[in-house]
């Protein structure tokens, strides 16, 4: 079945042609259409896991080895050469599993939240053609089809977000996601341009095989470019400014970008070229930090929100802090095992934030709900199952991914007391505003209108069936990666270790062997350091109890304290509200100074330059025109005169 991988993306691909031009052309019903949308990617998903499970047959050793997938050559020119060739190997399978999977949930509760939408079939297109570009990013074997499909989800962000553009909220948000992604990929364009200057290739196999003739600043400077790329789609300090307004779009849309594909790009790539980072020692120290400060400063934001999607977006972008804290201390399974626990709560949480909008007409603003356990119990118990696993509570599959992250943050080569003491601090803010929207949204009394209490009701099962499968793998997800400290074994990182365990031969380098640090119990440490990973886990457990019991005392017990606190730290508690005034630092620094070298353009060069340039050319035709128009008079006998005294100027010229 390995040979059929490219079947994987192609079944999303042929959903969307069908959908945007077949459906849109002979207007077919919402039902072939959703028919249509949820069966390509549940064949996608099918392919995905035969695939998986064959190479799952094969050796430990030889699963990375197995042979890339090339269709055909697609640019050949000089030194350049790139095909249209799929990766197979644990690393990619994994995330073909994760995208196609959770995505084939989400289309299937897409139909029933979007039911009554005038767009139905441009919707299912759209997201047709989002998975199938990021599964091109996914199984890629080469840098520069990797950025067609990195560029790819970046349109189809732009064009989902913006989804109901009659809207300005929705247009304007769909344009920022666009531009601020932009900046990212000029940094992953200059990353690829170094690979191909200093190696001739773009193919990772040629590359990662290479990589030691690279020296330390060139290396450096490649990873840390690529770096820049991965802030943009996975919404890092600075460029993460555009994910929050991607609430703008469609709930299923924001469950999609958010869980499993756009955003877990960067993590994705950084793992792929870990044979480039772990070259590059500053390169590593940078994504830890930015990682760690991300986890922090998001989470700080999600504490005073009120919109319960915004709420989930920071929570997002603290999470994807998490996983750049992981592969920036070299745990890079760590990172892609929280990036997969991550899609199963994370996708939960947006969609039953969807299906509590849905019971309560549309209404985001948690202080307009409260009380909704009763009436939707489905939601209600699905909701909290995913907030108990993104608090890290023993049992749900956030626990063993998050602990681990923790846990290396502190022992690896690379890790520092610091950067475990700001994920720890990031991990007891994470279970506090996630339990505060919890009890806010579904205990208490209910403080909606009287006409929508009214008409509070569950969602039907096409949107509750989702919630429940994600729930199960919410709590299932993480015990394919206990920590052997707890006496189990971690499938995850052996089935992982071919392909991210160590350094090529050749690398000349000390590997930060995955394999060796899983069978250690982590760092490489026994006895003492066991022990040691016991207490840090016992610790982080009691930091994510001490959030949910403030939580629940700020919330429930004592609900009015909250607004005495706002009151008594008016300033700071204004300053987060407002989320640090970043995006009106960057309207008046960068997006006010655009505005004005635009104008500046349009008024002095192209009005007073080109314009003027071609407006003087034109009159100067103008002019001739009046001159030569002056002997085309229309009269026969001036051109016969004309003609006669020509001969005579001949006559004269030739007899001379």
Same mark, same amino acid.
């Given at each position: 079945m390995i040979e059929y991988v490219w079947l994987i993306p192609l079944f999303p691909a042929m959903g969307f042609l069908f959908n945007g031009l077949i459906g849109r052309w002979c207007n077919?019903?919402?039902?072939?259409?959703?028919? @249509?949308?949820?069966?390509?990617?549940?064949?996608?998903? /099918?392919?995905?896991? *035969?695939? #998986?499970?064959? !190479?799952?047959? &094969?050796?430990?050793?030889?699963?990375?080895?197995?042979?890339?997938?090339?269709?055909?050559?697609?640019?050949?020119s000089g030194d350049l050469k790139t095909v249209i060739g799929y990766k197979v190997d644990p690393l990619s399978i994994v995330m073909a599993l994760v995208v196609s999977g959770v995505s084939f949930f989400i289309h299937i509760y897409s139909v029933g939240y979007m039911h009554d939408d005038t767009g139905f079939t441009r919707y299912f297109a759209y997201l047709n053609l989002f998975v199938f570009m990021m599964l091109t990013l996914v199984l890629a074997n080469n840098f520069l089809f990797m950025f067609v499909g990195w560029e790819g989800v970046g349109l189809c962000s732009y064009l989902l977000i913006g989804f109901w553009f009659e809207r300005d909220a929705p247009a304007n948000a769909g344009k920022k996601a666009f531009? @601020?992604?932009?900046?990212?990929?000029?940094?992953?364009? /200059?990353?690829?341009? *170094?690979? #191909?200057?200093? !190696?001739?290739? &773009?193919?990772?196999?040629?590359?990662?095989?290479?990589?030691?003739?690279?020296?330390?600043?060139?290396?450096?400077?490649?990873?840390?470019?690529?770096?820049?790329?991965?802030?943009?789609?996975?919404?890092?300090?600075?460029?993460?400014?555009?994910?929050?307004?991607?609430?703008?779009?469609?709930?299923?849309?924001?469950?999609?970008?958010?869980?499993?594909?756009?955003?877990?790009?960067?993590?994705?790539?950084i793992a792929r070229c870990h044979v480039l980072y772990s070259m590059a020692p500053i390169s590593m120290v940078v994504v830890a930090i930015f990682g760690a400060a991300t986890a922090i400063y998001a989470a700080s934001m999600g504490l005073l929100q009120f919109d319960i999607k915004r709420v989930l977006a920071y929570s997002t972008i603290s999470q994807l802090g998490y996983m750049f804290l992981a592969v920036g201390v070299g745990a890079f399974s760590a990172g892609i095992f929280h990036l997969m626990t991550h899609a199963f709560f994370k996708?939960?949480?947006?969609?039953?934030?969807?299906?509590?909008?849905?019971?309560?007409?549309?209404?985001?603003?948690?202080?307009?709900?409260?009380?909704?356990?009763?009436?939707?119990?489905?939601?209600?118990?699905?909701?909290?199952?995913?907030?108990?696993?993104?608090?890290?509570?023993?049992?749900?599959?956030?626990?063993?991914?998050?602990?681990?992250?923790?846990?290396?943050?502190?022992?690896?080569?690379?890790?520092?007391?610091?950067?475990?003491?700001?994920g720890a601090a990031a991990a007891g803010m994470t279970a506090f505003y996630m339990f505060r929207l919890t009890?806010?949204?579904?205990?208490?009394?209910?403080?909606?209108?009287?006409?929508?209490?009214?008409?509070?009701?569950?969602?039907?099962?096409?949107?509750?069936?989702?919630?429940?499968?994600?729930?199960?793998?919410s709590v299932i997800g993480g015990y394919v990666g206990i920590p052997h400290v707890l006496g189990g074994r971690n499938y995850f990182h052996e089935f992982l270790a071919p392909v991210l365990g160590g350094l090529p031969e050749g690398v000349g380098h000390a590997s930060f062997s995955l394999v060796k640090l899983a069978h250690a119990g982590g760092g490489g440490m026994d006895g003492s350091g066991a022990n040691l990973e016991l207490v840090l886990m016992v610790v982080s457990v009691i930091i994510?109890?001490?959030?949910?019991?403030?939580?629940?005392?700020?919330?429930?017990?004592?609900?009015?304290?909250?607004?005495?606190?706002?009151?008594?730290?008016?300033?700071?508690?204004?300053?987060?509200?407002?989320?640090?005034?970043?995006?009106?630092?960057?309207?008046?620094?960068?997006?006010?100074?655009?505005?004005?070298?635009?104008?500046?353009?349009?008024?002095?060069?192209?009005?007073?330059?080109?314009?003027?340039?071609?407006?003087?050319?034109?009159?100067?035709m103008l002019w001739c025109g009046k001159i030569l128009r002056k002997i085309q008079t229309g009269r026969v006998q001036g051109y016969a005169l004309g003609i006669v005294l020509g001969a005579v100027v001949v006559i004269i010229f030739l007899i001379k």
């Amino acid at each position: 079945m390995i040979e059929y991988v490219w079947l994987i993306p192609l079944f999303p691909a042929m959903g969307f042609l069908f959908n945007g031009l077949i459906g849109r052309w002979c207007n077919l019903d919402k039902k072939t259409v959703s028919w @249509v949308a949820c069966s390509a990617l549940g064949l996608s998903f /099918l392919f995905s896991i *035969l695939v #998986f499970f064959s !190479l799952l047959r &094969l050796p430990p050793d030889a699963r990375a080895a197995v042979p890339d997938k090339v269709l055909f050559d697609w640019i050949v020119s000089g030194d350049l050469k790139t095909v249209i060739g799929y990766k197979v190997d644990p690393l990619s399978i994994v995330m073909a599993l994760v995208v196609s999977g959770v995505s084939f949930f989400i289309h299937i509760y897409s139909v029933g939240y979007m039911h009554d939408d005038t767009g139905f079939t441009r919707y299912f297109a759209y997201l047709n053609l989002f998975v199938f570009m990021m599964l091109t990013l996914v199984l890629a074997n080469n840098f520069l089809f990797m950025f067609v499909g990195w560029e790819g989800v970046g349109l189809c962000s732009y064009l989902l977000i913006g989804f109901w553009f009659e809207r300005d909220a929705p247009a304007n948000a769909g344009k920022k996601a666009f531009v @601020v992604n932009r900046v990212g990929d000029f940094g992953f364009m /200059l990353g690829m341009f *170094l690979i #191909f200057t200093h !190696l001739g290739t &773009l193919e990772f196999n040629q590359v990662f095989a290479k990589a030691h003739i690279l020296d330390p600043l060139t290396v450096t400077m490649i990873t840390l470019l690529l770096f820049v790329g991965a802030t943009g789609k996975s919404a890092q300090i600075p460029l993460y400014v555009w994910l929050p307004d991607a609430m703008e779009g469609p709930t299923p849309v924001s469950s999609l970008i958010h869980a499993a594909t756009m955003v877990t790009s960067g993590v994705y790539m950084i793992a792929r070229c870990h044979v480039l980072y772990s070259m590059a020692p500053i390169s590593m120290v940078v994504v830890a930090i930015f990682g760690a400060a991300t986890a922090i400063y998001a989470a700080s934001m999600g504490l005073l929100q009120f919109d319960i999607k915004r709420v989930l977006a920071y929570s997002t972008i603290s999470q994807l802090g998490y996983m750049f804290l992981a592969v920036g201390v070299g745990a890079f399974s760590a990172g892609i095992f929280h990036l997969m626990t991550h899609a199963f709560f994370k996708g939960l949480l947006f969609l039953g934030a969807g299906s509590v909008m849905h019971a309560l007409s549309g209404e985001l603003d948690m202080r307009k709900m409260g009380g909704l356990w009763r009436k939707t119990p489905i939601t209600f118990l699905t909701f909290l199952m995913a907030t108990l696993a993104i608090a890290g509570i023993p049992g749900f599959s956030g626990f063993f991914s998050k602990d681990e992250i923790l846990w290396q943050s502190f022992s690896s080569p690379h890790g520092h007391l610091l950067l475990w003491l700001v994920g720890a601090a990031a991990a007891g803010m994470t279970a506090f505003y996630m339990f505060r929207l919890t009890f806010v949204t579904f205990l208490g009394k209910c403080r909606a209108s009287e006409k929508v209490k009214k008409h509070i009701h569950e969602s039907p099962p096409i949107m509750t069936v989702p919630l429940i499968i994600l729930a199960v793998l919410s709590v299932i997800g993480g015990y394919v990666g206990i920590p052997h400290v707890l006496g189990g074994r971690n499938y995850f990182h052996e089935f992982l270790a071919p392909v991210l365990g160590g350094l090529p031969e050749g690398v000349g380098h000390a590997s930060f062997s995955l394999v060796k640090l899983a069978h250690a119990g982590g760092g490489g440490m026994d006895g003492s350091g066991a022990n040691l990973e016991l207490v840090l886990m016992v610790v982080s457990v009691i930091i994510a109890l001490i959030g949910i019991s403030i939580a629940f005392y700020l919330y429930i017990l004592k609900p009015d304290v909250p607004k005495k606190l706002a009151k008594r730290f008016k300033a700071l508690y204004t300053l987060v509200f407002n989320k640090y005034y970043v995006d009106e630092i960057y309207e008046a620094s960068f997006i006010d100074s655009a505005k004005k070298i635009g104008t500046f353009l349009w008024r002095e060069f192209d009005d007073g330059v080109v314009d003027r340039t071609v407006n003087l050319v034109a009159g100067l035709m103008l002019w001739c025109g009046k001159i030569l128009r002056k002997i085309q008079t229309g009269r026969v006998q001036g051109y016969a005169l004309g003609i006669v005294l020509g001969a005579v100027v001949v006559i004269i010229f030739l007899i001379k």
